[in-house]
């Protein structure tokens, strides 16, 4: 049977954070005397630090705002908490016999912490984070490195993700992408960048596993 997988984001998918990241992000623009809305900043989060200051068109200490962003957050960490619904996920899609990768644009040690509020690291089997990558989302380099990381087949992989930013890297790496509203991003917008399938939360997809495309996906490689 083909090793089967589904590469799965952190940020605004399995944990509620991207509106504590587009705090951070604004404090830290501050600290350095500049600005940007905050409509503007989240809808930019999920991309990586560099180019997400280079969409709002920043100029400046890049390394240093993002430094000042980290610390920001740090502070907002304990706020963050994991979506109803995420560690079941993750154990239900191994229940599959699917192969349970995290694919994110954090550095390994804040994800280090965002895993322990979702509690479901029983159900992975591969971590990929900023730090394996040259460049972040949307570029597809997470997920082109998830798939050498753990060996899957690219036509028996599927994406989650909560942003514009998660299905067009999905889209550049040839990987369909299952969409979740919880990052801010509305059916539509998930659906016009390309998503195969939407759903509102962790909960709902969870809830609908076996008739989602993922299920159809496991079912697909047994038959190979």
């Known amino acids: 049977?083909?090793?089967a997988g589904v590469?799965?984001?952190?940020?605004?998918?399995?944990?509620?954070?991207?509106?504590?990241?587009?705090?951070?992000?604004?404090?830290?623009?501050?600290?350095?005397?500049q600005h940007a809305r905050l409509a503007a900043i989240h809808r930019l989060v999920g991309m990586g630090s560099s180019?997400?200051?280079?969409?709002?068109?920043?100029?400046?200490?890049h390394d240093a705002i993002t430094c000042s962003?980290?610390?920001?957050?740090?502070?907002?960490l304990p706020e963050v908490v994991a979506f109803a619904g995420a560690a079941e996920l993750l154990?239900?899609?191994?229940?599959?016999?699917?192969?349970?990768?995290?694919?994110?644009?954090?550095?390994?040690?804040?994800?280090?912490?965002?895993r322990a509020k979702i509690d479901g690291d029983d159900a992975v089997d591969v971590v990929v984070a900023a730090d394996d990558v040259e460049q972040a989302k949307p570029h597809p380099d997470i997920f082109e490195t998830a798939l050498e990381q753990s060996g899957?087949?690219?036509?028996?992989?599927?994406?989650?993700g909560d942003s514009v930013w998660d299905v067009e890297a999905a889209?550049?790496?040839?990987?369909?992408?299952?969409?979740?509203?919880?990052?801010?991003?509305?059916?539509?917008?998930?659906?016009q960048a390309g998503a195969v399938q939407v759903c509102v939360e962790p909960l709902d997809l969870l809830a609908h596993l076996d008739t989602s495309r993922i299920s159809a996906l496991a079912a697909s490689a047994r038959c190979r």
């Not at 180019?51 to 200490?61: K, Q």
């Not at 191994?94 to 550095?107: D, E, I, K, Y």
């Open 51 to 61: 180019e997400l200051l280079t969409e709002l068109g920043i100029r400046g200490d």
């Open 152 to 160: 899957l087949d690219r036509e028996c992989a599927i994406v989650v």
């Open 69 to 76: 962003w980290r610390t920001h957050f740090d502070r907002l």
């Open 7 to 33: 590469l799965v984001d952190v940020d605004g998918t399995l944990v509620d954070s991207n509106y504590h990241h587009t705090l951070a992000w604004s404090r830290a623009l501050r600290d350095h005397d």
């Open 91 to 114: 154990r239900g899609m191994q229940a599959l016999g699917l192969t349970v990768v995290l694919a994110t644009s954090s550095p390994e040690d804040l994800l280090d912490a965002l």
């Open 171 to 191: 889209s550049r790496a040839s990987l369909p992408c299952i969409g979740v509203e919880t990052g801010g991003f509305s059916r539509l917008e998930l659906e």
């Open 1 to 3: 049977m083909p090793n």
